[in-house]
């Protein structure tokens, strides 16, 4: 079965640096358009950064634009968040997604597979 594993996810100072990694398994990653989302408790989730199959389509919230940065590895089968300048509100779980759209959507409902997410705190 189809399964998206993040890690890298912990506790930062604000100004600091994190590095996500979505791990895709049972699935054709090359065929499917990645995404970050993030939710923070009591709000909805929100789109962060996607990016199309050959990683040459990037999109981003801007929210997190010039500060964080997206990017994949199709022969790893991984998606990265690149996260950096990190601010108290950047706190929240963190999730990658999956989809067969060609270009990157910010729509939670574009996205047919879902990982577990992986905790960020950010203390300022």
Known sequence: QVQLVES??????????????CAASGLTFSTYTMGWFRQAPGKEREFVAGISRSGTVLNYADSVKGRFTISRDNAKRTVYLQMNSLKSEDTAFY??????????????????????????????
Do not use: E, I
């Open 8 to 21: 890298g996810g912990g506790l930062v100072q604000a100004g600091g640096s994190l590095r996500l990694s």
């Open 95 to 124: 999730y990658c997604a999956a989809d067969l759209r060609f270009t990157p959507k910010d729509s939670p409902k574009d996205y047919f597979y879902w990982g577990q997410g992986t905790q960020v705190t950010v203390s300022s």
